[in-house]
C-alpha cells in the first residue's frame, strides 16, 4: 500500500559528559519488598539537572532478599521508557541470596542471567538494554520497581541510585555545511 509515515529516530551525539549519580534516600529507602506481589514495591528518584543522556547506569548497593529467582526490577525514565533489569536471574528456582554493590551497565562483560548470587560487580540487564534511555532527557523522576513473583520470601530494598553522563557536544568538530545553489 502507498503512503507515509514518520518514524521517530534517536541518534545520541557528543562525547559522555561527568559522571553524575542521583540516589534514592528519604522515605524512598528502604523499603520492604512484599512477599508474592505482581505489584511488587517502587522506589523513586528526582534528577533535577537537565541533559540528554550518553549514559546511563543503574546501581543497587543492597537488595536483601532471600529468593533472587523471585525477583524481577524494572527501570523506567521520566518518559516512561521502560528497561527490563532482572526476570528471575538464574531462572525461578534460583535460591541463591541479594543484590550486594550490584551496577547495570550496558558496558559490562557479562549479563546478569550469567552471574551468581550474591550478584555483585557489573552485569548488563537481563536481555534488555539501558541505552533505550541514550538521547532523552535525564531530568524528571525515575521509579525502580522490584517484584517479588513467588512466595515464601520476602525482602528488602535498602538502596539504588543512577548515574547519568550527559552527552557533551563540541561544535569544533561539527563539519561545516555547504549550501547548495541551483
Not at 540516589?23 to 537537565?50: C, K, L
Not at 525477583?71 to 528471575?88: A, K
Not at 535525564?138 to 517484584?147: N, Q
Request: hydrophobic share 35%; aromatic share 6%; net charge negative.
Amino acid at each position: 500500500p502507498a503512503g507515509s509515515g514518520t518514524v521517530p529516530v534517536v541518534l545520541p551525539t557528543g562525547a559522555p559528559g561527568s559522571p553524575l549519580n542521583h540516589d534514592a534516600s528519604g522515605s524512598q529507602v528502604p523499603v520492604a519488598i512484599p512477599d508474592d506481589s505482581a505489584a511488587g514495591v517502587s522506589s523513586t528518584v528526582f534528577v533535577s539537572e537537565r541533559g540528554r543522556i550518553r549514559d546511563l547506569n543503574v546501581r543497587i548497593p543492597m537488595l536483601d532478599h532471600g529468593w533472587g529467582g523471585d525477583l524481577v526490577i524494572d527501570l523506567t525514565g521520566p518518559d516512561g521508557t521502560r528497561v527490563r533489569l532482572v526476570e528471575h536471574p538464574g531462572g525461578p528456582d534460583n535460591g541463591g541470596k541479594d543484590f550486594i554493590s550490584t551496577v547495570f551497565n550496558d558496558e559490562a562483560g557479562s549479563s546478569i542471567a550469567a552471574g551468581s548470587a550474591p550478584y555483585t560487580g557489573s552485569f548488563r540487564p537481563q536481555n534488555d538494554q539501558l541505552s533505550r534511555f541514550d538521547g532523552k532527557s535525564r531530568r524528571g523522576t525515575w521509579t525502580l520497581r522490584v517484584r517479588d513473583l513467588f512466595e515464601g520470601d520476602d525482602g528488602a530494598l535498602n538502596s539504588w541510585g543512577i548515574t547519568t553522563r550527559k552527552a557533551l557536544c563540541n561544535i569544533d568538530t561539527i563539519a561545516p555545511t555547504t549550501d547548495i545553489v541551483s
